[in-house]
């Protein structure tokens, strides 16, 4: 089962701080190593307009104890409420989401 976090409010345009995770299984931190991350953000009011931070394009990295980090980036998404989960490819070959929630985007002038 997938834990919860929503992140706080972001203005459009601005640069997002960045954040972190550490997955725990049991108690026990997940081997991330060599995994393949992908965050996929999907608008409520709109879900055609959906949204993907990845490991593969650097915008999401991994290490040893279980740590997953969304990096600090400039994020400039239109104003709405995205839903979101992050799902992990294992080195094993296993898929999991971890992580989902929601991320509430203000101020978009584009």
């Not at 997938?2 to 550490?22: I, K, L, Q, R, W």
């Not at 953000?41 to 969304?70: D, E, H």
Request: hydrophobic share 40%.
């Amino acid at each position: 089962m997938a834990s919860t976090y929503n992140f706080p409010n972001h203005e459009s345009g601005d640069t997002f701080p960045g954040v972190t995770f550490t997955i725990l299984v049991n108690g026990i931190a997940e081997n991330l190593i060599g995994s393949v991350v992908t965050a996929s953000f999907k608008m409520q009011t709109n879900p055609n307009i959906i949204k993907y931070l990845t490991s593969t394009a650097g915008q999401i990295t991994v290490a040893a104890g279980g740590i997953c980090v969304i990096v600090e980036q400039l994020i400039s998404w239109p104003d709405g409420t995205y839903n979101y989960e992050i799902k992990f490819v294992l080195a094993t070959g296993k898929v999991k989401t971890y992580i989902t929630g929601t991320f509430e985007i203000t101020n978009f002038n584009g």
